[in-house]
């Protein structure tokens, strides 16, 4: 029980979520995931900028996908027959 003069207990400050994140193999990507652990350590207000900024390396990785696209597939074959 508290005593009548103790001021009240302080919030508890930022808690890391504890999540697991699994490497995808894509340097780019992996840079971002681990980038959203620094939103652990912030207060709820530091949050938008940490997670605009790996959704901005999310995006900018994706778009690098079209701008360097994989082997092309096999040849299309035609049917000519009518």
Do not use: F, I, K, W
């Not at 508290?2 to 919030?11: S, V």
């Not at 890391?16 to 652990?37: H, K, S």
């Not at 994706?62 to 082997?71: S, V």
């Amino acid at each position: 029980m508290e005593e009548p003069n103790e001021p009240p207990p302080a919030p508890a400050g930022p808690q890391p979520l504890g999540v697991v994140v699994t490497p995808t193999g894509d340097a780019a990507v992996d840079d971002g995931l681990r980038r959203l652990a620094d939103a652990d350590h912030l207060a709820a207000s530091g949050h938008l900028q940490v997670y605009e900024d790996v959704h901005r390396g999310l995006r900018d990785a994706l778009a690098a996908l079209d701008r360097h696209p994989g082997p092309a597939g096999p040849p299309a074959t035609h049917d000519n027959r009518s």
